[in-house]
């Protein structure tokens, strides 16, 4: 079982940035494919960005791509969101998640994530 814990998040202005952090215990994290959601109130949780197991592979939402980046480091057992650029519409919860895996796919699909963290709020004002 791996545990997540998502930090980084807060309130900042709209073009302003912020760095959110996924620290997992529990599990090696070179293990899984890693994802990154967030969930807007009224809405559906939405994909956000994936990384591949050894980082080599990305993907993000088309909403952010070029704004945001996802990283990680498999020896601090840590996945990081950058987040540049920032809008009012990525106002949300932030949540990162964990797939168990044996390859450098990527995963989209939330159904297809086995652990969750529980969530960092940002918040981006006008």
């Known amino acids: 079982q791996v545990q997540l814990v998502e930090s980084g998040g807060g309130l900042v202005q709209a073009g302003g940035s912020l760095s959110l952090s996924c620290l997992a215990s529990?599990?090696?994290?070179?293990?899984?494919?890693m994802g990154w959601f967030r969930q807007a109130p009224g809405k559906e949780r939405a994909f956000v960005a994936a990384i591949s197991r050894s980082g080599g592979n990305t993907y993000y939402a088309d909403s952010v791509k070029g704004r945001f980046t996802i990283a990680r480091d498999n020896a601090k057992n840590t996945v990081y969101l950058q987040m540049n650029s920032l809008k009012p519409e990525d106002t949300a919860v932030y949540y990162c998640?964990?797939?168990?895996?044996?390859?450098?796919?990527?995963?989209?699909?939330?159904?297809?994530?086995?652990?969750w963290g529980q969530g960092t709020q940002v918040t981006v004002s006008e």
């Open positions: 998640a964990a797939d168990l895996t044996f390859s450098e796919r990527l995963t989209v699909g939330d159904s297809e994530y086995e652990h």
């Open positions: 529990g599990r090696t994290l070179s293990n899984y494919v």
